[in-house]
């Protein structure tokens, strides 16, 4: 199956884009066809330098790169494939030539109202509480009035002629069967006066030369459906199949708006997302795999992913879940992926974190609690820097450890540990020392292990305190207990 992605350069890629993206590029996949990317710049006015490039960035930085079409090639910007070019604004005579032919054929007339008149049908129509559509003005003048205002090069569009009488029928593949009355559609314009196609020309052109099988798109394209199925019509082309996807929401369930977060791949790239969460994250919107699976790798997606099981209704934006997603592709990564990811970031505030032997280890007691590559600094620090503790955050109402309590405790802890020999000086020797605590003071196990995590760390949550102490080593426990005591 050849399947598109044929995105407007008029900003930076939007979520939804990416998922319509997923979607099409995962039935290209899972038939081993092809997945194109197009850029669709026939809006000259609403096109945003740089936005083709953040698009096609976007698309390789989340794993779904074209195969043919518009693509990075060595980190520029190139086109691939044999039914190129893939920019719109390179095929206009394409698109002219194919409105002549829409003209000839009876199926598209010139029309030469002005802006003026058009406003002034558009408010009488209001004023009737008429859905507004073009009356047909220029469909009925004289072939000769025709001939001498284009003789006169008076300025004009090119608009299909929808018939009022047909029943258009068409079946999508998300939404079933489908039934358009052609009297509500409009006679869409084409061919703008300065001879660039509309998208409504421009895109069914491509699809067809572009050999397309299937169409998928947002649903905000549904109700222009009928004038496209029309112009394969009127073209002599078989349609592709067409699936149109759901919407995206806010949780409030109004339409994804930049007000309520951020809508750019970009912005979820930056934050630190890993391209694995956010294709999970995005598949699953709109997408029901009909088990309990909710970790999906891309090769997984690729087997496991049917139009069948995407819903009509439009899916919730639920960055809970995002977040959640993310935590479990840290966890998915090998010690040594983490390791590698997190190095260069811990080395810019503790330099000695480059060479140390250890590092992979330290890493992998963060992996289970970390969400983002960004946090690991900060949830290292301790084991390059004393931490700063404080009385409050040594004492726990939770692990009833009062402040009174406070010098016992750490005396004990002090002394104890201190007797371990160093060649027990592991989770287990600690362990056992701490066990053996806890019959002697006659203390919790939580009383003894808060204030000993507390004082290593200087976090209110880090990992587990034997970890952490094994990993320190003897002498930087006894070194911070001691500090956490002269503080009381
Ligand atoms: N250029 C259109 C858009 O960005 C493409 C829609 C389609 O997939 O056909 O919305």
Request: hydrophobic fraction near 40%.
């Given at each position: 199956m050849r399947t598109r992605f044929p995105p407007s350069p008029t900003g930076l890629l939007h979520v939804g884009g990416l998922r319509t993206a997923l979607y099409s590029y995962l039935l290209a996949k899972q038939t081993k066809g092809s997945f194109l990317l197009r850029i669709e710049d026939t809006d000259r006015a609403r096109e945003v330098p740089g936005a083709a490039e953040n698009i096609v960035e976007s698309l390789q930085w989340a794993g779904i790169p074209p195969d043919e079409g518009v693509m990075l090639q060595d980190g520029v910007i190139a086109e691939s494939g044999s039914h190129g070019p893939y920019k719109q604004s390179e095929r206009l005579e394409l698109y002219q030539a194919y409105a002549k032919q829409l003209m000839d054929a009876g199926h598209a007339y010139p029309c030469f109202c002005t802006t003026e008149r058009l406003e002034e049908m558009r408010k009488n129509q209001e004023a009737l509480h008429r859905a507004p559509m073009y009356d047909r003005h220029c469909l009925h003048l004289s072939p000769q009035e025709v001939q001498t205002k284009l003789d006169a090069g008076e300025p004009h569009v090119v608009r299909m002629k929808v018939p009022h009488d047909r029943l258009i029928e068409c079946t999508d593949d998300i939404r079933g069967p489908l039934k358009f009355q052609s009297a509500t559609v409009d006679d869409q314009v084409?061919?703008?006066?300065?001879g660039w196609p509309t998208y409504h020309l421009a895109h069914v052109v491509d699809d067809h030369l572009m050999q397309i099988d299937l169409v998928l798109r947002g649903e905000e394209w549904l109700s222009s459906l009928p004038k496209h199925l029309l112009l394969f019509e009127y073209l002599n082309w078989p349609a592709p199949r067409y699936a149109h996807v759901p919407l995206l929401l806010n949780a409030d369930k109004t339409k994804l708006s930049k007000r309520q977060g951020s809508v750019a791949v970009q912005e979820y790239m930056e934050k630190g997302y890993l391209p694995e969460a956010m294709l999970n994250f995005l598949a699953l919107l709109g997408w029901n795999p009909g088990t309990t699976q909710e970790l999906f790798s891309l090769q997984e997606l690729i087997e496991q992913f049917s139009l069948e099981r995407v819903q009509k209704a439009g899916a919730i934006f639920d960055l809970t879940k995002l977040d959640w997603l993310q935590g479990q592709w840290m966890r998915k990564l090998t010690a040594d992926e983490f390791a590698a990811r997190i190095r260069p970031l811990v080395a810019e505030h503790f330099p000695e974190a480059a060479a140390d032997k250890e590092f992979t280890k330290k890493a992998a007691l963060i992996q289970q609690r970390i969400t983002f590559f960004k946090e690991a600094p900060d949830m290292m620090g301790y084991f390059y820097r004393d931490p700063t503790v404080s009385v409050k955050l040594l004492a726990s109402a939770k692990q009833k450890v009062t402040k009174e309590q406070l010098p016992m405790i750490l005396e004990t802890l002090i002394r104890s540990l201190d007797a371990i020999p160093e060649k027990s000086w592991n989770e287990e020797g600690i362990k056992e020392s701490v066990q053996a605590m806890m019959g002697e003071a006659n203390l919790k196990l939580g009383q003894l292990l808060w204030p000993l995590r507390a004082a290593l760390t200087g976090r209110e949550y880090s990992p587990g305190a034997f970890e952490v102490a094994a990993m320190l080593g003897k002498e930087a426990v006894l070194k911070r207990l001691k500090g956490a005591k002269n503080i009381l």
């Amino acid at each position: 199956m050849r399947t598109r992605f044929p995105p407007s350069p008029t900003g930076l890629l939007h979520v939804g884009g990416l998922r319509t993206a997923l979607y099409s590029y995962l039935l290209a996949k899972q038939t081993k066809g092809s997945f194109l990317l197009r850029i669709e710049d026939t809006d000259r006015a609403r096109e945003v330098p740089g936005a083709a490039e953040n698009i096609v960035e976007s698309l390789q930085w989340a794993g779904i790169p074209p195969d043919e079409g518009v693509m990075l090639q060595d980190g520029v910007i190139a086109e691939s494939g044999s039914h190129g070019p893939y920019k719109q604004s390179e095929r206009l005579e394409l698109y002219q030539a194919y409105a002549k032919q829409l003209m000839d054929a009876g199926h598209a007339y010139p029309c030469f109202c002005t802006t003026e008149r058009l406003e002034e049908m558009r408010k009488n129509q209001e004023a009737l509480h008429r859905a507004p559509m073009y009356d047909r003005h220029c469909l009925h003048l004289s072939p000769q009035e025709v001939q001498t205002k284009l003789d006169a090069g008076e300025p004009h569009v090119v608009r299909m002629k929808v018939p009022h009488d047909r029943l258009i029928e068409c079946t999508d593949d998300i939404r079933g069967p489908l039934k358009f009355q052609s009297a509500t559609v409009d006679d869409q314009v084409l061919l703008k006066s300065d001879g660039w196609p509309t998208y409504h020309l421009a895109h069914v052109v491509d699809d067809h030369l572009m050999q397309i099988d299937l169409v998928l798109r947002g649903e905000e394209w549904l109700s222009s459906l009928p004038k496209h199925l029309l112009l394969f019509e009127y073209l002599n082309w078989p349609a592709p199949r067409y699936a149109h996807v759901p919407l995206l929401l806010n949780a409030d369930k109004t339409k994804l708006s930049k007000r309520q977060g951020s809508v750019a791949v970009q912005e979820y790239m930056e934050k630190g997302y890993l391209p694995e969460a956010m294709l999970n994250f995005l598949a699953l919107l709109g997408w029901n795999p009909g088990t309990t699976q909710e970790l999906f790798s891309l090769q997984e997606l690729i087997e496991q992913f049917s139009l069948e099981r995407v819903q009509k209704a439009g899916a919730i934006f639920d960055l809970t879940k995002l977040d959640w997603l993310q935590g479990q592709w840290m966890r998915k990564l090998t010690a040594d992926e983490f390791a590698a990811r997190i190095r260069p970031l811990v080395a810019e505030h503790f330099p000695e974190a480059a060479a140390d032997k250890e590092f992979t280890k330290k890493a992998a007691l963060i992996q289970q609690r970390i969400t983002f590559f960004k946090e690991a600094p900060d949830m290292m620090g301790y084991f390059y820097r004393d931490p700063t503790v404080s009385v409050k955050l040594l004492a726990s109402a939770k692990q009833k450890v009062t402040k009174e309590q406070l010098p016992m405790i750490l005396e004990t802890l002090i002394r104890s540990l201190d007797a371990i020999p160093e060649k027990s000086w592991n989770e287990e020797g600690i362990k056992e020392s701490v066990q053996a605590m806890m019959g002697e003071a006659n203390l919790k196990l939580g009383q003894l292990l808060w204030p000993l995590r507390a004082a290593l760390t200087g976090r209110e949550y880090s990992p587990g305190a034997f970890e952490v102490a094994a990993m320190l080593g003897k002498e930087a426990v006894l070194k911070r207990l001691k500090g956490a005591k002269n503080i009381l």
